[in-house]
């Protein structure tokens, strides 16, 4: 069996860790601030500049994703996730991608697997309409070990004050949909590779009861949602939207949800991934556990109005996203409930 923090990722702890340096970071805020309890990405009001679009701003690494794309020879693909990611997060509060910064550092740079990373974070920031602006690059033998990369940037958008998506609204009746997931997108690949290794299969190996490979699975890129959920969201027919990342679907949909509602999610809505399946079977990962690191085959969940779900459902799919009703929203203790009868 098989857990994340046998992979040396302890959830809670990381989340104890976060609230505990919260209160620094917040000593920081001025009222120009857009509080928003369990945020995606910070907002705030340029100093003086009444009427202009509010600030938007997020940070975060590409992780262990990347050993996996060193490995595979592919680690433009594992780093242009972290713009994908990182655009994403702005989404969950409707705001639209601007810019993007990159930090790069290895203990000695490599300038193939420098130019490949560039690359893959140029060819994403295109794709999300986001420039990239600016960066930094670190050769630190003393920090990095050989042969290892870390790839981390910021995310900078603008969205209108009135539209800000923050799921105060939020009500019992509403409806929950879920847009699908390409795998594992940026997110428990701490607890996939161990799995892997422990199968004795290599990234070039075909995977179990999937076509493709185990590295073509792992690599599949973390998706972008913003052409098909940014009109819904500017139109206001949002209340809600969690990118689900680290901590799954309940741990990330939660962040969105006022006091006084939960969210029921009904697992028969999808069928879980092939990827998802085999690395529990393989791994003898709990139930439980998987759906605490794993997104599960849905990235993205979205609160609306049950008069406007299928209307949006129908929206979205014509996007090209596929959609599930994943759940509702109920009156009860502000949670969300996995609704295994």
């Not at 975060?60 to 972290?82: N, Q, W």
């Not at 893959?120 to 986001?130: I, N």
């Not at 299969?201 to 009861?209: E, I, Q």
């Amino acid at each position: 069996m098989m857990r994340y923090r046998d992979a040396g990722v302890d959830i809670a702890r990381a989340d104890a860790v976060k609230d505990d340096i919260g209160r620094a970071v917040q000593s920081t805020w001025t009222p120009a601030v857009r509080r928003l309890p369990g945020g995606f990405a910070g907002i705030m009001r340029w100093p003086g500049a009444g009427g202009a679009p509010l600030l938007a701003a997020t940070m975060d690494g590409v992780g262990t994703k990347l050993h996996v794309g060193l490995a595979a020879g592919r680690a433009g693909d594992a780093a242009a996730d972290l713009v994908y990611h990182g655009a994403n997060d702005l989404l969950a509060h409707g705001a639209r991608p601007l810019a993007f910064l990159d930090y790069v550092a290895q203990a000695r740079l490599d300038a193939a697997v420098l130019r490949d990373i560039v690359s893959g974070l140029a060819r994403a920031s295109r794709e999300v309409g986001a420039v990239l602006i600016g960066g930094e690059t670190a050769e630190m033998p003393d920090t990095y070990l050989e042969g290892v990369v870390d790839v981390a940037g910021c995310m900078i958008g603008a969205v209108a004050e009135g539209a800000v998506v923050d799921g105060a609204a939020v009500r019992a009746g509403d409806v929950v949909l879920g847009l699908a997931s390409a795998g594992l997108h940026t997110n428990g690949f701490s607890l996939a590779r161990r799995v892997v290794a422990a199968s004795g299969l290599a990234l070039d190996d075909a995977l179990p009861g999937a076509t493709g490979s185990v590295g073509d699975a792992l690599l599949a890129p973390h998706r972008w949602y913003g052409r098909a959920v940014l009109p819904l969201a500017e139109a206001g027919r949002l209340k809600a939207i969690a990118h689900v990342t680290g901590g799954g679907i309940a741990g990330n949909l939660v962040r969105v949800l006022p006091a006084g509602v939960r969210a029921m999610i009904d697992p028969r809505a999808w069928r879980t991934p092939p990827l998802f399946r085999w690395l529990c079977e393989a791994g003898g990962v709990p139930l439980d556990d998987a759906r605490r690191v794993f997104n599960m085959g849905v990235g993205l969940a979205l609160v609306c109005e049950r008069g406007e779900a299928e209307a949006a459902h129908a929206a979205l799919a014509a996007a090209g996203e596929t959609v599930y009703r994943i759940g509702a929203v109920e009156a009860g203790e502000r949670g969300v409930v996995w609704d295994d009868r």
